[in-house]
């Protein structure tokens, strides 16, 4: 394995144009994801043609699909030999438009050296402010991914033994224990989720991480008294711990990171470091609570009712929509979008009910590469890849799927988005599915399942018939000659 990760972050730099043409380097749970210096320097077809690669994805940071587990290891060995801590910038790192221009000498160097330019300026004008939106919130939250998948399982075997706990299926303090430390270790990551929201923000916006996660700790009112609680300037109504969520962070974060930037400006450097964090956090902390936490909890409870409103009417019809298009959202990034939904969900209700529809997509994906694999039995390739990421696949990890087997292949990851719709129609004509932590899908998701048997069981009965929907589909309609003989792929 060492020597895979080894080779994996050398092929890799070697094609993205050396270790001095990346400037950042973090990952998700199966994506490495690098800011590129100069895109010049991309050798897209190699990268792809990297053994261990299971797609790129060419987005305002460059992303490469490498499946779980393999992808801390490489991501980490490339930071090791970039020298910098993961996550880290490069302290030399400079983008193309800040690169000082060199004299050329011959006709070539200066159309190179133009292209160079043209090309920075149309990136920079793509920089649209919903991708960087997008880009933000991933950002935020990928790193504490681990966390809610993490202290979610937990939490959710806690609930399954609670259950049990009461029915008498079993007894003893020791089981009760077991219970206690289970929901301790959950509560240690979604009741204080909103620190974590504002130090990740902080650090984003390029704001102090600390202030950040002051102005997270604000919004749960925590030193409010009782008896003379603050008013909603709105409502009259008494302002509550955690109104506005996430989503209040998030944005009294983001006008703090531009107040503290202000104030570095203009407050003299001699009392800087008293003077900007004190009139930072009273300026902020005044209009989080007064404003944002109300403006932000309008908001959040709009969303939230919308969502509600719009599964509990649809039904089946909406439940095959949303499992439908998840795929197509999660290949253009647009999934990181519900992250913040997924959340005030939970807040609001104890679970969501939208995760396990859309965790239906990667049923579909599940049994769309079965079919592939007894279908094209003479594409060794294809069920090579499918040996590879068919079990992370099953566990709900559906990436390594997507980007190395179905969506090449074009007419597959079409009759999977297909399957997922008929798996997330099921939930939606069941109904009452709904997961208390966000993180994995599949059959990992089983333990996060809120409300006991019932819904559990109605969840893998949706699983089964989105594994059924994708293998049918494929089967019939996701292969042509040159899929099943490996001239593709």
């Known amino acids: 394995m060492a ?17 001095n043409n990346v400037n950042k380097i973090v990952n998700c749970m199966t994506r490495i994801r690098m800011g590129v210096i100069d895109d010049s320097k991309l050798d897209i077809d190699g990268l792809k043609a990297i053994d261990g690669v299971m797609g790129v994805v060419e987005d305002e940071t460059l992303q490469i699909v490498l499946g779980p587990g393999t992808v801390s290891k490489v991501a980490q060995k490339m930071a090791d030999m970039a020298g910098v801590e993961l996550g880290e910038e490069r302290p030399d790192g400079t983008s193309v438009e800040e690169s000082p221009a060199k004299e050329t000498t011959s006709g070539k160097d200066d159309v190179n050296a133009k292209a160079k330019e043209v090309h920075a300026q149309v990136k920079k004008k793509n920089q649209k402010p919903w991708s960087k939106l997008l880009k933000s919130i991933a950002n935020i939250f990928v790193p504490l991914i681990p966390a809610f998948v993490g202290a979610g399982i937990i939490g959710g075997i806690a609930s399954v033994l609670t259950n049990m706990l009461e029915a008498g299926t079993i007894a003893g303090d020791a089981w009760v224990n077991i219970v206690s430390v289970g929901s301790i270790i959950q509560s240690g990551v979604f009741t204080y989720l909103v620190i974590y929201v504002g130090i990740n923000a ?24 009782e008896d003379l609680p603050l008013p909603n300037i709105f409502t009259g109504e008494p302002l509550a711990g955690g109104q506005g969520g996430v989503i209040g962070v998030i944005i009294a974060v983001f006008l703090m990171a531009q107040v503290e930037k202000w104030l570095h400006k203009i407050v003299p450097d001699a009392v800087d470091i008293i003077v900007t964090p004190v009139l930072t956090l009273a300026a902020m902390g005044v209009v989080t609570i007064f404003f944002i936490m109300p403006l932000a909890g309008w908001i959040s409870d709009g969303l939230v009712g919308g969502i509600s409103w719009v599964l509990s009417v649809g039904g089946a019809f909406a439940g095959f929509v949303l499992g ?26 104890g679970s969501t009910t939208l995760l396990p529809i859309l965790a239906m997509a990667g049923a ?10 007894i279908r094209c039995r003479n594409n060794k390739k294809l069920t090579e890849m499918i040996k590879g990421a068919l079990p992370v696949g099953i566990l709900g990890i559906g990436e390594p799927l997507i980007y ?19 798996g997330g129609a099921v939930v939606g004509l069941l109904g009452g599915v709904g997961s208390i932590s966000i993180g994995p899908s599949g059959l990992a998701l089983i333990p996060l399942i809120a409300g006991g ?32 003989e490996g001239n593709i792929i």
């Not at 020597?3 to 270790?19: F, M, N, P, S």
């Not at 579909?364 to 694999?373: H, K, S, Y």
């Open 3 to 19: 020597d895979k990760i080894t080779r994996l972050a050398e092929e890799i730099y070697e094609h993205v144009g050396g270790v």
């Open 202 to 225: 902080a650090r984003e916006f390029g704001a102090s991480s600390s202030l950040g996660g002051v102005i997270g700790g604000v919004t749960m009112l925590t030193g409010m008294s």
């Open 404 to 422: 190395g087997v179905t969506l090449p292949l074009g007419r597959p990851f079409i009759t999977a988005c297909l399957g997922g719709g008929i």
């Open 364 to 373: 579909g994906q599940v049994g769309a590469a079965i079919a592939l694999w």
């Open 324 to 349: 439908a298009l998840f795929l197509p959202m999660v290949m253009f990034g647009l999934h990181q979008i519900l992250t913040p939904i997924h959340l005030q969900l939970i807040e609001t209700y």
């Open 453 to 484: 048997t019932t819904p559990m069981l109605n969840y893998v009965i949706s699983l089964i018939a989105g594994y059924i929907g994708g293998f049918v589909l494929t089967y019939f309609f996701g292969t042509n000659e040159d899929i099943r």
